[in-house]
Structures are given as structure tokens and as C-alpha cells.
């Protein structure tokens, strides 16, 4: 096996501390992806068929932003998602924004979930 061939095998496990989205490349993703491309610590990477936006540890869609940026009266959180598909990271819906959370203890009060210890032994209810 090549050492080049070996380098895309291998598998970091560690914490990058990023999330983002994965957008198609319509008019509406080159779009928002042009608008993010302004804001500091994003990554933006094209391909044929879709856009990949990268940043963290919070990264911030704002609805507002993006609908003047497509000279649009309203673009929404749905609209958002038709262009996505698919993320990493915690993401909130919000009403005018979406958010992505690299870290999950940084989305739990927003999103009302606890992460507790977990105990040694499962207890059964009852």
C-alpha cells in the first residue's frame, strides 16, 4: 500500500470542535455559503453538486441575513433545511436563525436536555 493511499485510511478520533452543514449548490447555497464566507472562522469548500460550510464551536445561520443578502422578502428556517442535506453538530431551530453546536454541552440549555452522569447499573423503573 501506497503512503499516499495509507493517509486517507486512517482515522482521527480526537474533538475538532467544528460543525456545519452540507448545502446542494443551487442558487440559494452559493448564496449562503458566499454570505458565510464573510464571517470569521467559517470554511466553505465547493463541489459540483453541493457546498460544504464548516466553522464552530457555535456557527449561526441568521434567516434575516440571508433572505437580504438573496434580496428576498422572507426566507425561513424550513427554506434552510430544503437546502441542506445534512449537518454535524447540535443543531437548534430557532425562529429566525438556525444554530449548530460543536459541542453538545454548549446546545443543552437551548435545546432543554441534562446531560447526567451515567450510573454503574441501569435502574429499572418501578
Not at 434575516?64 to 441542506?84: K, N, R, W
Amino acid at each position: 500500500m501506497s503512503e499516499e493511499k495509507s493517509q486517507y485510511q486512517k482515522l482521527d478520533r480526537t474533538r475538532s470542535n467544528k460543525c456545519g452543514v452540507t448545502m446542494s449548490a443551487s442558487v440559494e447555497g452559493n448564496a449562503i455559503a458566499e454570505l458565510m464566507s464573510e464571517k470569521e472562522g467559517v470554511e466553505i469548500r465547493k463541489y459540483p453538486a453541493m457546498i460544504r460550510i464548516d466553522g464552530g464551536p457555535v456557527l449561526e445561520f441568521d434567516m434575516d441575513e440571508i433572505a437580504e443578502h438573496l434580496g428576498v422578502e422572507e426566507f425561513t428556517t424550513y427554506d434552510f433545511e430544503i437546502e441542506t442535506s445534512t449537518h454535524y453538530g447540535r443543531m437548534a431551530r430557532l425562529d429566525d436563525k438556525i444554530m449548530l453546536f460543536a459541542n453538545p454541552e454548549d446546545a443543552r440549555e437551548m435545546l432543554g436536555f441534562d446531560l447526567e452522569e451515567e450510573e454503574d447499573e441501569p435502574q429499572l423503573p418501578g
